[in-house]
T-cell receptor
């Protein structure tokens, strides 16, 4: 598609439950990025993919967070045993190439942990 | 250490006038810069970018200026329209892993 599609728009989970977020990048884009927005104007990098391969995961809290981008499937970000502090908006972005190309963003998934 | 800074949290401009949003950076390795616009409950929308080999890039009502020696860039919007009211972010990709480093954003309010 011509837009990055993120589902669901909102996700509510009880503390300790699992949460799974999805992202369909723009067709033809090779790179996918996940960012977490906790405070209103702060974007924290989590992980990036080059096609189906992890490109950089230095931002991922590895104990509970995992992500995949498999061929012919939306990319996913999964959080096991969610904590209150995981409440945030999670944005996915894609770009044609990684370097010096604009990243195009989806509208995010708002995750609320109760 | 904030590598990209937007020192004005908000800016109010009359409709039809020029809006100038500013951004400073500290990392001299940055060679590409982007401006995004964000409405509430939506994702950031890419507006315009500039490579460090240029000092100006123009797209319709939007022009970005880059002053490498001052490590400063600015976004000019002219004429400003009510639909321009949004939060504007300046960002630059890290050379190592392409993650975007973001400024704190400037909320632009266009007054009728």
């Amino acid at each position: 598609g011509e837009e990055v599609a993120q589902t669901p728009k909102h996700l509510v989970r009880g503390e300790g439950q699992k949460a799974k977020l999805y992202c369909a990048p723009i067709k033809g884009h090779s790179y996918v990025f996940w960012y977490q927005q906790v405070l209103k104007n702060e974007f924290k990098f989590l992980i990036s993919f080059q096609n189906e391969n992890v490109f950089d995961e230095t931002g991922m809290p590895k104990e509970r967070f995992s992500a995949k981008c498999l061929p012919n499937s939306p990319c996913s970000l999964e959080i096991q045993a969610t904590k209150l502090e995981d409440s945030a908006v999670y944005f996915c972005a894609s770009s044609t190439h990684g370097r010096n190309q604009p990243q195009h963003f989806g509208d995010g998934t708002r995750l609320s942990i109760l | 250490d904030q590598q990209v800074k937007q020192n004005s949290p908000s800016l109010s401009v009359q409709e039809g006038r020029i809006s100038i949003l500013n951004c400073d950076y500290t990392n001299s390795m940055f060679d590409y810069f982007l401006w995004y616009k964000k409405y509430p409950a939506e994702g950031p929308t890419f507006l315009i970018s500039i490579s460090s080999i240029k000092d100006k890039n123009e797209d319709g009502r939007f022009t970005v200026f880059l002053n490498k020696s001052a490590k400063h860039l600015s976004l000019h919007i002219v004429p400003s329209q009510p639909g321009d009211s949004a939060v504007y972010f300046c960002a630059a990709p890290m050379d190592s892993n392409y993650q975007l480093i973001w400024g704190a954003g400037t909320k632009l309010i266009i007054k009728p």
